[in-house]
């Protein structure tokens, strides 16, 4: 039997000469969770443009139903029976959830839109799949992994037959990833078909049945997911072995930064979160674990001086930081690695080595009587750039033009270049590939046995597992729950504070909080 | 995937490559209006090409307005790479113009000390120009880019307003000034033309922006703020200073510019709209050389020649004077838009999608 979907050799040079592909193959069988897993530039996202007809290629061919085939724009795709979820989604917040499933395809009446007959098959729709979602209240309201299912039934809505998922774990907690599994084995049982993107590999063993895995644009192979292990997995994306562990801290130091019954104010007045106060001691790392958006990055920002705290004490070393200003709070040795490289971390027009030293420009090394000293700026530039082992072409090479990874060490070579203090951590690798994750966990371990007190925070939380000495849970603003790290706690124990379905007594959480 | 990193030759290469084509589509548009409305296209297309160096005096000319473009250029190009988008440039230059021509018709006019004064002159009045925009901006939350539309409205009225009533001869019924002393206009370089002082002056103001911009802190961190002011922030530069000093000191070159329109050899004097828009022209420029100033005197260059092509076109052809105009805003409209558009893969599309012929209007681009 003719497989339902094959890519052959395909190849996609983007104008400008970036090859995306190069001979890529692809052979999704009819009924089956085919996961495509690489790093980041390995290819995958062109691979899935192209099967979804974003971008078309020029070499190779797509065989669907052994028929060659090729798809201009998405519409031809969508007509064919493929559906695709982005990771960013594309849904419209003030619409109701049926308004969005039907958008574009309404049932009508005549020339009414049909509402009532819209529901009903939405109702249907998720049912049958099992993807639980009410759909009358607007999509804006609804949690992350709730607006996914949304997006799913959208695909499913338009008959399809294969459904593409780009990274769908990234943005959920670990239940809503356990649920999302459930509905695609639900989809999978029906006869339907789904190709997964991922970084996380745990996850692909456990969801998928083949794998492909790609490396710098290439397909490496294809193996059956009950065939391979994690390492066997990572070392087939790499290309060499590698160690994704670090060392815990040693004996840690004293207390450093003290945050003690802050308040924090979004511009709108609304309360952002409040009564936070915790610890961080010389050399130990402290995760701050959360779903995005209850007050993670809001405490970074407010350390960091990006943001007013409404009310509360934020003290380094004894000294309130409250009323200083940035520049202030870096020369007391506060660095910052933020959530959004591109949005803030780095002026992604401008040089590597004006990023470099664009949080130093009061420093006598670079700037004298209000010149530029360019030699000691290069200088800098070239030793950080071997120091941190960024692929870059030069001191003198946008920012931009680098690749994820090499941009955040960019970042961090620029943060970490002179032992902080105070280091806020926020999403250190989001988009960024193996082995520059192995190396980022390298250089914040490195900072913390220098003695610096780092604040974490991620989305990915065996990042949290593996790097914090203690952790701190936000849920909708407030801390409400806090451990010492220990190979007994899991992923699922913080997943269930979270999501607000567990409670810590206030005496452990006092105890862990200290 | 694989990124390149192309050399800095390759890159100025590239860029040269762009206007040069664009500057061919914009002749070739030039080329279809002046055959549907001239009696002897042939005259009219080589007087385009070659009148501006037809004689010292048409070369004067042309010097002149390149040197007026750069200044301009420079001013729009000091703000916009700050991300500012100040379009005071124009009252700027009339609140120059004034104080160089009070200046210049005071005692110290008749001083060897006219020229320097005029201008110290020019360029405060220039700089606290430039400086309310910006404040307004910092302070209240005022987009620059209206109040410095309106600010400009105000200096030209105001300024037509004191030489009609005030600085015109009285009872001349004139509405410009009388002549300044031969000692308070800038010396011509090519005696009997226009080729004076002005673009000495021009190019020594694009050497100083160019210092500015790249070799000292303050630049560095305009330039970072225009970059991304979100991460200068994280970096701790003060970011609503730097954002007004700019438009502060773009607003002293506007300033200096009004001082050379004044005393150039073109003037001598001061008029009721002196500057015939020739300010806003600095965003063409300033957008063509990507607000390096560097590359300002030689985009001033080039689309001066055109610019002064085109008037003496209107003056020695029978093309119609409204289709000089035409012609100019097409010249304008394909440079500035070439530089701009968002829409390169739309054009490649219609091009077709071959990777041949998408490198084609790519290179436009």
Partial sequence: MA?????????????????????????????????????????????????????????????????????????????????????????????????????????????????????????????????????????????????????????????????????????????????????????????????????????????????????????????????????????????????????????????????????????????????????????????????????????????????????GVIALDGADLNDLSVLQRRQLGVASIPEDRIARGLATGASIAENLVATRLSDKRFVRNGLLDLKAIKANALALIEQFSVRAGGPNVAVGTLSGGNMQKIVVARELSEQPKLLLVNQPTRGVDLGATQFIWKSLTKARDGGAAVLLSSADLSELLALSDRLVVFYRGKIVAAFVNSDDLTAETLGTYMLGLNTQDPETMRAALQ | MSTSSPSRFALVGREVARAVIALAIALLVALVVILATSADPAKAFSTLLTAPLSSNRTIGLWVDDVAKLTLTGLAFSLVFQAKQFSMGVQGQVYMGGLFAALVAMSPIGATPFAIPVAMAAAMCAGAVYGFMPGYAKARFGASEIVSSLMLNYIAILVVNYIIRAHLAPAGSGQLVTAKFPETAILPAIIPGTRFDLGIVIALAATVVVWFLLYRTNWGLKLRLVGHNAKFAEYSGIRSSFIMVSAMTLAGSFGGLLGAVFVQGRAFGNLAQNFDGNMAFEGILIAIVARNKPLAVPVVALAYGYLRQGAQLMGIRTDVPTEMISVVQAIIILLVASSFTLPGKKFIGRLMGRSQTATTAPEAAK
Wanted: charged share 25%; net charge negative.
């Fill in chain 1, 3 to 311: 497989p339902l979907l094959e890519a052959i050799s395909i190849g996609k040079t983007y104008p400008g000469g970036t090859v995306a592909n190069d001979g890529v193959n692809l052979t999704i069988q009819a009924g089956e969770v085919h996961a495509v897993v690489g790093e980041n530039g390995a290819g995958k996202s062109t691979l899935m443009k192209i099967l979804f007809g974003i971008e078309q290629h020029d070499r190779g061919e797509l065989r669907l139903d052994g028929k060659p085939i090729r798809f201009a724009n998405p519409r031809e795709a969508i007509d064919n029976g493929i559906g695709m979820v982005f990771q960013h989604f594309s849904l419209v917040p003030s619409f109701s959830v049926y308004e969005n499933v039907v958008l574009g395809s309404e049932p009508r009446n005549g020339i009414k839109f049909d509402r009532q007959k819209a529901i009903a098959d939405v109702r249907a729709l998720s049912e049958k799949f099992r993807l639980a979602v009410d759909p009358l209240p607007p999509v804006g309201q609804l949690p992350v992994g709730q607006q996914q299912r949304v997006e799913i039934l959208k695909a499913l809505y338009r008959d399809a037959r294969i459904l593409i998922l780009d990274e769908p774990t990234a943005v959920l907690a670990p239940q809503e990833v356990e649920e999302l599994f459930v509905a695609v084995r639900a989809l999978v049982a029906q006869g339907r078909t789904v190709i997964f993107i991922a970084h996380k590999l745990p996850e692909v063993l456990e969801i998928s049945d083949r794998i492909t895995v790609m490396r710098a644009g290439k397909t490496v192979g294809s193996v059956n997911a009950r065939d391979v292990t994690e390492d066997s997995l990572a070392t087939m994306m790499v290309g060499r072995e590698i160690a994704l562990r670090v060392d815990r801290a040693g004996a840690r130091g004293p207390l450093a930064c003290e945050v003690k019954n802050l308040k924090i104010d979004a511009e709108n007045g609304s309360t952002i979160a409040k009564d936070l106060s915790l610890k961080v001691h010389a050399g130990e790392i402290l995760g701050l674990v959360g779903v995005e958006g209850n007050g993670q990055a809001e405490l970074l920002e407010t350390i960091a001086g990006l943001r007013p705290a409404a009310d």
